[in-house]
């Protein structure tokens, strides 16, 4: 079994910044991409970013220029930077891990192991 647990999330203002973190416990070998997904309320769980085993990284458009991750394997950890905070960045950010296959890898149904989330809320 693999787990997963985020932390960071808090209240910022708008143009702040804040870092949250991931760390992955139990059978990492399970584990080769990892990922961060949000959900604000009344919308869909979105992809916000992943990176690979290679750290290969991969942004969505709304996260690209302002986040930034990377993963440090000795630790079993993983980091989303955001920057530049916008009110519309205000959701449940999901840590999310898997032996993922690239053509799959945006999807959230291709990853198996979830954390509970860590509330982001920017306020205008």
């Known amino acids: 079994q693999v787990q997963v647990v985020e932390s960071g999330g808090g209240l910022m203002q708008t143009g702040g910044s804040l870092r949250l973190s991931c760390a992955v416990s139990g059978d990492i070998f399970r584990v080769n991409t990892m990922a961060w997904f949000r959900q604000a309320p009344g919308k869909r769980r979105e992809l916000v970013a992943l990176?690979?085993?290679?750290?290969?990284?991969n942004y969505s458009d709304s996260a690209k220029g302002r986040f930034s991750i990377w993963r440090v394997d000795a630790e079993r950890s993983m980091y989303l930077q955001l920057n530049s905070l916008k009110p519309e960045d205000t959701a449940v950010y999901y840590c999310a891990a898997g032996r993922v296959i690239v053509s799959s890898m945006t999807q959230q149904s291709a990853y198996y192991y979830w954390g509970q989330g860590t509330q982001v809320t920017v306020s205008s």
């Open positions: 990176i690979d085993y290679n750290h290969t990284t």
